[in-house]
């Protein structure tokens, strides 16, 4: 932690960076983002197991990038979006400074997408078992039990769209759901909207999201959204032998096509 | 009407639900979802949630649901016919349970609903139901309606509060017509009241900041960067205005199925940036920050401006169900000690 | 396929949806496909617990609680 803190007050410091997004104590002892401008104020950086949060979303958020080059202090998560975002030309090489902690506790400096893609590749970017327990559960519901189980779920969703909110792929500047010519997903709050609404949302995540699982942390309703997800993580893994975030470079998966892509849905 | 004190022994609480139920109504409690508690239908007491600050969702469904008809309409050969939505179909709702800071909420958003316009469905549904409240004896960190207008057992909106005495019975002040009329139903089950100090029952909520203060305060604050500063986390989602009792916002959709239609509000919330978009594509609130300080600015300068009531209650929901840890009280502590 | 599957895995009927690739040349193909795809549907009779959530009277559902 100390670490840390000394890296943000040197990047402030010698100017490499004029803003480093990290995390910080609220007043009811929680945790959350905080945005240091002031070496001085570096000491108020803490990295504990409750920094679970993707900062990578404030990377592009309008009023951060007003205040110049930003860094972040970097979990797992926070650096795989960050290659993802590259992947979708959100985010320009060398333009964000990562504070990543390596297996063995060190803290490190990666500006380069290059860099970032090595680092990764210490970590384990599966699903974990624990995960993988969660898929088998639903999946081994019948039909007629697994629309209920949804259908339970879905209809606590209130449509305040903090699981899109709290997303860093979630940039578009106007969603599908707010299209309104023609109004593809009903906007009101019903079953019907909701079952809509977050079938759609997981698929515009297929091959993008990264498995941090902001959108179900954030849901006030506590609808298990990281199980439409890791859905998705899973058979993309399974069909493409694809993982989202793993490099800078990699192609959208849904968009790309290789002579070995099964087609056994088409009959 | 002057406050009756009677006695609802605890057992005595259960056959009201029951005798309320066999009357036709509804009867909604907080009760456990999982890790959350909110409030649903319940047919007896024990399916009542014992031990919580606040349900997670604010009590103003009752009255403003997250969606409802408004009319329906069917397209013939003659024209257009439209079916109002109306006072008959709407259920008759007891809400049991409700915290004194949701109780008082539902007066902030009648405010609202019967300010350049008095909106039917709200008052309408209103009508059909009956407020107990339940007194707080324990409070959170987020608490504040001590600084916020109110107090753990302030009994403005409320048609009965019951306060639990160590006995597991209820000291029940029956305070309005109407609260009256509910205990009519079976009279014998509120007995005569020892004498009660119902303070001694009651959370101690630490002032934080005056509300005529933070009224004040928040005028003179408009340019200012402490939005900025205070919102820098703010992801812009709706969280906040949909669990809170008092944000009225909503917005109008139309759902069609071949000839005919259903017209429908649903909420909306300031925090959303399609809120202000114009059609043109200009955004009179661009950024977050501004979006934040309408949120505030609503609660504190124009609706006491406007209705001469507070749009905050201080129940904190908003605080405890953001995902990025917006804490509306440190904020308005903020904007109260600004120089 | 990934649409599908994600269908599937929120509790649609897989029996009522059919993806196919059919050439604009393909008409005997694109004959075939429609009609047994329709005849799978009818032999399923009406979708109720889809139908359950998408009418319009259903979206007049009453409010039950949060």
Known sequence: MLEIKQKARELLESGKAQVVIGYGKGPNNTTRAIFVRKPEDADKLVLDDTCVQNLALYIYKHEVRHFGKEAVVATLPVLRSLLQLASENQVKDNEIIAIAITPDNKVVELDSFAAIEEHVRLFNTGLTEDEKDLLKKINAMGLEERWAFWNKEFSKCIKCYACRQSCPMCYCPRCAAEVNQPQWIPVAAHQHGNIEWHIMRAMHLAGRCINCGDCARACPVDIPLNLLTYNLIEELNNEFKYTAGLSASQTYVLSTWKLEDKETFIR | ?339 | MVFRHLLGFSGVDLRRITFSWVSAAEGAKWADIVNSTSETIKKLGPYDSYHAVAGLKEKEAEYVGN
């Open chain 2, 1 to 339: 009407m002057d406050t009756e004190n009677k006695l609802l022994k605890k057992a005595s609480l259960q056959k009201l639900i029951e005798k309320l139920n066999a009357d036709g109504k509804k009867i909604l409690a907080p009760v456990i979802k999982g890790k959350r508690v909110e409030f649903g239908l319940i047919t007896s007491s024990d399916q009542m949630a014992d031990d919580y600050i606040v349900t997670n969702q604010s009590v103003k469904s009752v009255a403003f649901p997250k969606f409802e008809k408004l009319f329906s309409y069917e397209v013939t050969k003659e024209g257009i016919t439209q079916a109002d939505t109306g006072y008959s179909t709407f259920p008759e709702f007891v809400i049991l349970g409700a915290r004194p800071c949701d109780a008082n909420a539902l007066g902030s958003i009648g405010a609202i609903f019967n300010w350049d316009y008095h909106d039917k469905l709200y008052f309408d549904r209103l009508e059909k139901t009956t407020m107990i409240s339940t007194s707080c004896s324990k409070c959170d960190d987020y608490c504040f309606c001590t600084s916020a207008g109110g107090h753990p057992g302030s009994t403005k909106g409320s048609d009965i509060q019951l306060t639990r005495l160590e006995t597991g019975d209820y000291f029940a002040e029956i305070l309005t017509e109407k609260g009256k009329k509910l205990t009519s139903v079976s009279p014998d089950l509120f007995e005569t009241a020892p004498s009660v100090d119902k303070s001694k029952y009651l959370a101690e909520v630490p002032v934080k900041f005056k509300v005529d203060e933070a009224v004040a305060k928040v005028k003179t604050v408009f340019e200012n960067e402490l939005w900025l500063d205070q919102s820098l986390r703010c992801i812009g989602c709706g969280a906040c205005a949909f669990v809170c009792p008092t944000c009225a916002c909503f917005d109008i959709q139309d759902e069609t199925k071949g000839k005919n239609g259903i017209r429908l509000r649903c909420w909306d919330s300031c925090g959303l940036s399609l809120f202000t978009l114009h059609t043109s594509g200009h955004n009179p609130r661009e950024v977050q920050s501004q979006r934040w300080r309408q949120r505030i600015m609503h609660k504190f300068a124009y609706m006491p401006e406007r209705q001469n009531v507070t749009g905050c209650v201080g129940c904190g929901r908003c605080s405890r169900a953001c995902p990025v840890d917006m804490n509306i009280m440190e904020h308005l502590i903020n904007i109260v000690e600004v120089k």
